[in-house]
């Protein structure tokens, strides 16, 4: 039985490969005859904010697992590498420098490189401790820059929840992790229909009910023009107060310099997006204010705990042990040039079309309220007020132009150390991304979930929430030196979520 449904996903995932390879190497070889046996591919500098990630304080890769619900087959994956990802400019080219300046170099890719497939001991006792350790050991390594800066290992181990692990493993020069995914899973098709590509749903805009405009309407315009303008100004002034002098309070949450050159612990859990949408429906949230309120919850359960075994009289982990004021802040590093759709950057691997692509980096300092609140509801409400509060800023696109003219003003190394004064001066990151509402498969192969993280960065603490069909999976990637225990920091987070619906339920506000 084995050996029929291997051969099935071979030709299934082969059978369009073979037209799209013989078309993709004529074009090569036409392109290699007319040059005089050379490439026509132009070098391109790298911008300042890929340049920015290879300072050594900067020096970040992003991770993506994915968990396959099958075996993985790895001369299915290379032969659809070959003609998917490789055909993005950035995943062909060297990073090489010359006379001070970095370029991109098109180059020649080596798959047998690129692709790892480790010997694995299939009686091992703990294949899900295997994998953990398998990434742990992977992000106290980094990729030679003889090469493209980006690998994949391939793990046929059957874990708790799949049968087969992919690991990406890409620098983040090459791209922000929102149009790293997004190329990733421009690589995916539908498992129910091989030609179409993932479905991410995208926010609708609200319709305009009237085309009057009133004196009423000209006052809230006028006060949402206001609001803008002031909460830009406050967020502003705290990015330069951050950059000078202005630090998070110490907890237990926050590295100590040099956390940017220590392994991490990638941890995750999945939960069940329905609950996450439950509350949301309840209470007139968003998913992002919900995922934001259960991570406040979580944080102040575990912070709290750790408060509690460090009192001398030893305090009760129900009680309020935590200090008076915690000021702690999560660093949001967003991408202002709009990310390229899946569409778009499917279309630029099969049809050679050109989409614009880069780090375009602005900073956003996201404050969390640690407290111990008798209403489980109030973190999710009091998420929703900073959020919308944020969403009324362009504090990004201000700190953008501020990074960018440091970087003109006085050099990569200044405008590096800027960024590492504001990330390092924060506890955290947090970031929430929407994934597939369909099964999708990579190469041919089933996923079973995806959680994205990365390492490398100057801070203890980075949480993921990755959604995919269904499912919400919460990726901690930890520095064990200051989080010795994360997975039970991944339970506090995901119990806070159990409280909250049973909170919304208990209420009968569903």
């Known amino acids: 039985m084995e050996s029929t449904n291997s051969f099935r996903l071979r030709k299934q995932a082969l059978k369009p490969i073979e037209t799209a390879r013989s078309s993709a190497s004529q074009r090569d070889e036409e392109e290699v005859s007319k040059n005089n046996g050379q490439r026509t591919c132009e070098e391109e500098p790298l911008s300042p ?105 391939l793990l046929n181990l059957r874990t708790s929840q799949s049968e087969a692990v992919g690991i990406f493993r890409i620098h983040h020069s090459l791209g922000d ?131 509690s075994e460090n009192k001398k009289d030893g305090g009760a982990t129900e009680t309020n042990n935590l200090p008076k004021s915690i000021r702690l802040r999560s660093n949001l590093l967003v991408n202002i040039r709009p990310a390229p759709g899946i569409q778009a950057l499917a279309d630029m691997m099969e049809k050679d079309a050109e989409v614009k692509w880069g780090n375009w980096i602005g900073y956003v300092l996201l404050p969390f309220t640690i407290a ?66 369909e099964e999708i498969g990579f190469c041919g192969h089933p996923m079973a979930f995806l959680a994205p993280s990365s390492y490398g960065q100057p801070y203890a603490l980075m949480i993921n929430f990755q959604s995919y069909i269904d499912k919400m999976t919460i990726v901690l990637s930890v520095d064990e030196g200051t989080i010795p225990n994360p997975h039970q920091l991944c339970d506090d987070i995901v119990e806070s979520l159990q409280i909250i619906k049973d909170a919304v339920m208990t209420r009968g506000l569903a």
């Open 49 to 153: 904010s890929s340049r920015l990630y290879h300072e050594p304080n900067f020096n970040v890769y992003v991770i993506a697992i994915m968990g396959c619900k099958t075996r993985i087959y790895p001369d299915v994956v290379k032969a659809n590498l070959g003609h998917t990802l490789l055909r993005h400019p950035r995943f062909s080219s060297l990073q090489v420098e010359n006379n001070g300046e970095m370029r991109w170099v098109p180059t020649e890719v080596d798959l047998e490189r690129h692709v790892i497939v480790p010997e694995l001991d299939q009686n091992m006792d703990s294949p899900d401790k295997f994998l953990e350790d398998y990434v742990y050991n992977l992000s106290k390594t980094t990729i030679d820059k003889s090469q493209p800066l980006w690998d994949l290992h």
């Open 177 to 307: 992790g929102t149009s790293l995914l997004s190329l990733l899973l421009a690589c995916t098709r539908q498992m129910n229909d091989s030609k179409a590509l993932p479905t991410i749903p995208i926010r609708k805009k609200k319709d305009k009910k009237s085309d009057r405009i009133g004196i009423w309407r000209i006052l809230l315009r006028f006060w949402f023009v206001l609001q803008v303008f002031w909460n830009t100004v406050v967020d502003v002034f705290m990015f330069i107060a951050t950059a000078l002098f202005l630090t998070d309070t110490q907890n237990p949450l926050k590295g100590l310099p040099g956390s940017e050159s220590t392994p991490r612990r990638i941890v995750y859990r999945t939960v069940s997006l329905d609950d996450i949408k439950f509350v949301k429906n309840a209470m007139n949230t968003t998913i992002n204010d919900v995922a934001f309120g259960m991570t406040q919850a979580g944080l102040s359960r575990y912070i709290n705990r750790i408060c």
């Open 372 to 437: 111990v609140r008798e209403d489980p509801l109030d973190y999710v409400r009091n998420a929703k007020a900073i959020i919308d509060r944020k969403k009324r800023s362009l504090e990004a696109f201000c700190t953008f132009y501020i990074a960018d003219w440091a970087l003109n003003l006085f050099g990569i190394k200044a405008a590096s150390a800027l960024s590492h004064k504001v990330i390092s001066r924060t506890t955290m990151c947090f970031s929430n991304m929407v994934g597939p509402v």
